[in-house]
């Protein structure tokens, strides 16, 4: 199956800093999501973005499916960030499955 | 905004009982899912249901474990028999026919076996 890889698992900012998290994918995709577990478990939609570049507030996003890489942009970082990021393919024709990497976990500190 | 709401937010059960997760999807979305996080790992897929049927499930979906669509809104999940290593967090997750690549998760069951 599709591999999904995450970088770096860690990271912490201090507050007003910016940050770019990587997701690298083994095989063509036809759907990326990028999702923030807050700390209480819960997975918020960030981005649905299998290809080119999306901005919401302080967030956006980039995918070069071609080279197979999604980037997750976060500027002028909040603790509010804090949690763990996601990045989550579905690939295969008639597959929406969806196959999570392993993550990177951001902790803003004030 | 509309959202997958699952419950309870926390079972505790006992090894070898039958446990049901239960989830309310989006309301016109038409596919679900069910998903499950042991903690301090990553997000995996259990199931896909469309159209009152599986569409895929994983390798860890064995015979312990079942879906259902009981009525027009609810759709649960259900573990026969449980292990300790059941235990996770457990996602219900929906999307929408037009949109069907983008999901959207519940706040999850924290589900802990004894």
């Known amino acids: 199956g599709i591999q999904v890889e995450q970088s770096p698992p860690d990271l912490i900012l201090q507050e007003g800093a910016n940050s770019t998290l990587r997701c690298n994918f083994s095989?063509?995709?036809?759907?990326l999501q990028w999702f923030h577990q807050n700390p209480w478990g819960q997975l918020i939609n960030l981005f649905y973005?299998?290809?080119g570049t999306k901005q919401n507030g302080r967030l956006s996003a980039t995918t070069v499916a071609t080279e197979r890489y999604s980037l997750l942009y976060i500027s002028s970082s909040q603790t509010t960030d804090s949690g763990v990021y996601f990045c989550a393919v579905v690939s295969g024709a008639g597959s929406y499955q969806l196959t999570f990497g392993k993550g990177t976990k951001l902790s803003v500190i004030p | 905004e509309p959202e997958v709401t699952q419950t309870p937010s926390h079972q505790v059960t006992q090894m070898g009982q039958e446990v049901i997760l239960r989830c309310v999807p989006i309301?016109?979305?038409?596919?679900f899912y069910w998903y499950r996080q042991i903690l301090g790992q990553k997000v995996e897929f259990l199931v896909s249901?469309?159209?009152?049927?599986?569409?895929?499930k994983s390798e860890i979906f064995d015979d312990q474990f079942s879906v259902e669509r009981p009525d027009g809104s609810n759709f649960t999940l259900k573990i026969r028999s449980t292990k300790l290593e059941d235990s996770a967090m457990y996602f219900c997750a929906s999307s929408e026919m037009s949109r069907v690549g983008i999901v959207f998760f519940g706040q999850g069951t924290r589900l802990t076996v004894v």
């Open positions: 973005i299998p290809s």
């Open positions: 309301s016109n979305h038409l596919y």
């Open positions: 249901f469309y159209n009152n049927e599986i569409s895929e």
């Open positions: 095989d063509s995709v036809n759907n």
